[in-house]
C-alpha cells in the first residue's frame, strides 16, 4: 500500500512536471537546466509568437553623456522605459586580477545592473569577446591555428580552461533574492561567419568550430555546473542559404537559440534603407526555416544604424526588417558617445533630443516591442 502510494505520488509529480512544459512543448539544451531557466526558455517561445524583447548593450552603465550614474539609461531617457533585455560582455574577465571589461566595465558593477534588471523581470544576453589565448592579442588577433591550441591536446587548452572557470566563477554569482542563478543568454563565440574573430570562419574548419563550442559548453554545464546557460548561436551576415547558416552549427544538444548580426552602415543621403531590410529579410527567414526544423528560437542578436542619422530608422527600416517573424529579441549595440578611435559618434539606442527619439517612442508603443514594463508584465520567469 505504501508502495503504491509513493508511486501514485511519482506519476502524479511526472505529469506535473510535463505540463509544467508540455505547453510550449520545447527544453533548453542544458538537461539539467534550473528550474528558472527551462521556464524562461518556455516563456520566450510563448513570447516571440506575439512580440521581441527590445534589448541593448550596457545600458545602465553608461550613455551617450554619462558615465555610472544610478538608474540612468539612455532607452529609459528616450521612451520612460527601461530596456527588456540587457546585453553585457566578458571580454577581459579571462585575464588575472583583471577588474573591468574590454569596454571599461567593472565586472562588480556588471553583476549588480544584471540583479537589478532580472529583480524587474528584465532578460540577461551575455557575450564575451575573449582574447587570443595563443597570441596573447585581443579577440580581433585572428590567427588561424589558435582554435586548435584550445582544444583537447593543444598547447592552449589548460590555459583555456581557466579562463572558462574565470567565466563560470563570475556567471555563477549572478543570483536572485532567493539565491536562485539568474537565466541567461549566452552568446560566445559570435559573428562565427565572418572572419574578424580568431575563432571566425577563415580561421578554423567547420570541425573545429563545432569541437570548441561542444568542449565549451560541455565544460560549462557539466564540469563547473553553470545550469543557467541558454546557448545563442549566432553569425553575421554572411550565409546566404540554410547551409552555409548551418555549417557550424554545433548540434541540437548544444545551441538553443540561432541568431544573427547586422548593421546598416553608410552615409544616410546615399544609403538605401532597402537594403538593410533585404539582407536582414534573407537571414530571418533563413533562421525561421532552421529553427522551425529543429524546434529552437531565433533572435536578432546585435544590430543598428551608428548615431541613428535617419529620424525615422525605428519604424521605417527596423520594424519593416522585423515584420511577419517570431523572434525572442532584437539588440542594438552600446551607447558609447564620441569615440575618440574612430573619431566617431559611436551609439545604437536614441538619447534624450536624438533626433530618431519620437519615432523611438513610436517603437516603443508598438504592440510588437517588449521593453522592461510589458516583458515584466510577461513575467517570463513564472510558469504559466
Ligand atoms: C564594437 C565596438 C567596440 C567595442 C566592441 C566590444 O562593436 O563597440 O568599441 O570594444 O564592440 O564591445
Redesign the pocket.
Known amino acids: 500500500m505504501h508502495k503504491q502510494n509513493g508511486n501514485f505520488i511519482l506519476v502524479l509529480l511526472l505529469s506535473f512536471n510535463s505540463a509544467l512544459f508540455a505547453q510550449h512543448n520545447i527544453a533548453p539544451c542544458d538537461k539539467d537546466a534550473t528550474k528558472e531557466t527551462k521556464v524562461l526558455y518556455n516563456n520566450l517561445k510563448r513570447s516571440s509568437g506575439k512580440g521581441y524583447l527590445f534589448g541593448h ?1 550596457d545600458d545602465l552603465a553608461y550613455g551617450v553623456n554619462w558615465r555610472y550614474e544610478k538608474d540612468r539609461s539612455d532607452v529609459k531617457e528616450s521612451c520612460g522605459d527601461y530596456p527588456g533585455l540587457y546585453g553585457w ?1 566578458l ?1 577581459g574577465i579571462e585575464k588575472d586580477g583583471q577588474e573591468t571589461n ?2 571599461s566595465v567593472p565586472f562588480d558593477k556588471m553583476r549588480e545592473y544584471i540583479k537589478s534588471a532580472y529583480k524587474r523581470g528584465g532578460v540577461i544576453t551575455i557575450t564575451w ?1 575573449l582574447n587570443n589565448p595563443m597570441t596573447g592579442g585581443n579577440a580581433w588577433d585572428n590567427k588561424p591555428g589558435t582554435v586548435t591550441s584550445v582544444l583537447p591536446n593543444g598547447a592552449k587548452h589548460d590555459l583555456y580552461k581557466t579562463w572558462l572557470d574565470k567565466v563560470a566563477n563570475f556567471i555563477l554569482t549572478l543570483r536572485g533574492d532567493k539565491n536562485e542563478l539568474i537565466p541567461i543568454l549566452f552568446r560566445p563565440y559570435h559573428e562565427l561567419s565572418g572572419s574578424w574573430f580568431w575563432w571566425g570562419k577563415n580561421n578554423c574548419a567547420p570541425e573545429e568550430f563545432k569541437s570548441l563550442w561542444q568542449f565549451t559548453k560541455k565544460y560549462l554545464s557539466d564540469i563547473k555546473k553553470c545550469h543557467n546557460l541558454i546557448y545563442v548561436y549566432n553569425t553575421g551576415t554572411e550565409p546566404k542559404t540554410k547551409a552555409a547558416y548551418m555549417e557550424r552549427y554545433p548540434g541540437n544538444d548544444m545551441a538553443d537559440i540561432l541568431s544573427f548580426d547586422t548593421y546598416q552602415g553608410g552615409e544616410p543621403s546615399s544609403v538605401n534603407n532597402n537594403d538593410y531590410i533585404n539582407n536582414a529579410g534573407v537571414l530571418l527567414n533563413i533562421i525561421d526555416s532552421a529553427a522551425a526544423e529543429n524546434n529552437k528560437l531565433t533572435a536578432m542578436a546585435e544590430t543598428g544604424y551608428e548615431a541613428i542619422p535617419y529620424a525615422t530608422w525605428w519604424t521605417d527600416v527596423l520594424q519593416k526588417a522585423l515584420n511577419g517573424h517570431h523572434i525572442a529579441y532584437v539588440l542594438v ?2 551607447n ?1 558617445g564620441y ?1 575618440e578611435q574612430t573619431k566617431r559618434m ?1 551609439y545604437y539606442a536614441p538619447y534624450k533630443g536624438q533626433v530618431s527619439q519620437n519615432d523611438f517612442m513610436k517603437f516603443y508603443n508598438s504592440d510588437k516591442t517588449y521593453f522592461e514594463k510589458d516583458a515584466a508584465k510577461e513575467k517570463l520567469y513564472r510558469v504559466h
Do not use: F, P, Y
Request: glycine share 10%; net charge negative; hydrophobic share 20%.
Open positions: 548593450q560582455d571580454g574590454l569596454d569577446h549595440w552600446r558609447h569615440q559611436h
